[in-house]
């Protein structure tokens, strides 16, 4: 802060020196004579700019080997070596990045995190075929309920065993792991490799399912939280109409208004003239922040608002346009993505998995073979595109825990004042990124060899 000091009389120089003459007309004027502290806001701005070169080139390094890394089983994938220049630079590292020199770290990460998934969200969105959900119903509500709901009451069975934590919090542990993380497997589906190796139906499936159910495990977590007695003293009765009536109808109904209205006002727009191109590459995006920040002011549901916001534009949208819109909305996924994972390799809590010793292994190996895999394959029947064995492998495998896990887990934490959400969903995340890391490109090349064409869905 500057001391501010009344002097009148000659008004100093930036220099420092007072220049001179005399003021006109005698009036007196108020100096800001800089105080020995001036250098502290410098500093701070060198250390963002450092920060923005560093998660700048990450990004650009990153971008330029993409393809060339997901094509070549031996390399690591993007979001691992994102995550590593994370654990470099943060204090494990050499110290160049410390969340705690921008304000709290759970809040930094919880809004990184929020918007990251909004904008993966509604990639996922505009991806799909206008008609996806509606053909899809079936296989979508069966992935979405049952799925997950086993998927967490896993989680939260192997949290409990592994972990010595209550049956409460081993249910909130669930909840947050229960979501698999559109980043992740968007990486897994994208690319030259992917499209040429894994049949379309399966693509659509993974991605459908993540952007769909990193709003619906709200549920999971707020459900996890009044049991564990954070949501005020509301009975079930009143917490059911609150979440469920209101917090996720809410969601539902606020994103497919202003997804199909966008979608309409651009396409009457377009067919008059009266819309630039450079308009269209902005909707998207546009889109994507307004709902997101009418859904925290509002108190609902903003990433389940958002995925529905993304679909309601896509139906209602000009196709061309918005092909468009979706292509701005990548990059901005990208540009979002691998910064998140930078962000989470600075944030890792080594003394406190240390601490976890084995148990902490047997966590993350029971969480990764046992969440989803099982009942993927006994309710296999139920999703249309699992025509064969290898497919429901492969699906059941890559339900990967992402930026959604640690988006929820900061929710946790803020509402508990507990790190053992964020402790575990971390290193969850951490063998999450690291087991389906190393196996994307193996696995996808070996499905590839499959000879999968099937065109009948």
């Known amino acids: ?18 220049p001179t003459g005399s003021l006109a007309h005698g009036v007196p ?4 004579t800089p105080s020995a502290s001036y250098p502290e806001p410098r500093s701070e701005m060198t250390d963002f700019s450092l920060l923005l070169a560093l998660l700048g080139g990450t990004v650009l390094l990153l971008s330029l080997g993409a393809e060339i890394l997901r094509s070549r089983g031996y390399l690591p994938s993007e979001l691992m070596i994102a995550t590593a220049i ?3 630079l943060g204090p494990a590292g050499i110290d160049a990045v410390r969340l705690t020199d921008w304000g709290a770290p759970m809040v930094l990460v919880e809004e990184i995190a929020r918007l990251t998934v909004a904008i993966a969200v509604t990639s996922i969105a505009l991806q799909l075929p206008r008609d996806y959900v509606r053909e899809r119903a079936r296989a979508l509500l069966v992935v979405l309920g049952p799925v997950m709901a086993v998927t967490w009451l896993v989680s939260s ?10 049956v409460a919090t081993a249910l909130l542990v669930g909840a947050v792991l229960t979501p698999t993380d559109p980043v992740i497997a968007t990486s897994i ?12 139906r399966l693509r659509y499936l993974l991605t459908a399912e993540a952007g769909a159910n990193d709003g619906a495990a709200y549920v999971f977590v707020f459900f996890a939280l009044f049991v564990l007695g954070h949501t005020g003293d509301a009975t079930l009765g009143e917490w059911a109409t609150t979440t469920v009536g209101l917090e996720l109808v809410g969601a539902v109904l606020l994103g497919l208004t202003l997804g199909i209205a966008v979608g309409r006002a651009e396409r009457f727009l377009s067919a008059s003239g009266d819309l630039d191109e450079t308009s269209v590459f902005t909707l998207a995006i546009a889109l994507t922040f307004t709902v997101v920040g009418l859904g925290s002011v509002l108190g609902i549901d903003g990433v389940l608002a958002v995925f529905v916001a993304g679909l309601g534009y896509n139906l209602a949208a000009r196709a061309e346009d918005e092909s468009r819109a979706q292509s701005v909305e990548e990059v901005f996924n990208r540009l979002f993505t691998l910064p998140i994972f930078v962000v989470f390799g600075a944030a890792i809590p080594w003394d406190a998995w240390a601490a976890l010793g084995w148990r902490g292994i047997a966590f993350v190996a029971g969480v990764l073979l046992l969440r989803r895999l099982p009942v ?10 699992l025509d064969r064995p290898e497919a429901t492998l492969f699906v059941g495998w890559f339900g990967p825990i992402g930026v959604t896990a640690l988006f929820y887990a900061a929710i946790a934490v803020r509402e508990t004042g507990s790190e053992t959400p964020w402790t575990l969903a971390t290193l969850a995340v951490a063998g999450s990124i690291l087991a389906h890391g190393v196996t ?16 009948w869905w």
Do not use: C
Request: proline letters at 8%.
């Open 1 to 18: 802060m500057a001391d501010v000091s009344g002097v009148t009389g000659k008004v100093p120089s930036p220099s420092g020196r007072a």
């Open 29 to 32: 004027v108020v100096v800001l």
């Open 86 to 88: 994370g654990v470099v």
């Open 157 to 166: 069975a192997v949290a409990y065993l592994t972990v010595p934590v209550s």
């Open 189 to 200: 589906t994208q690319g030259k490799t992917a499209t040429e190796n894994i049949p379309v």
């Open 376 to 385: 993927v394959f006994a309710l296999r029947r139920g999703i249309e595109p």
């Open 440 to 455: 994307a490109s193996p696995a996808t090349h070996w499905y590839g060899r499959l000879d999968d064409d099937a065109k």
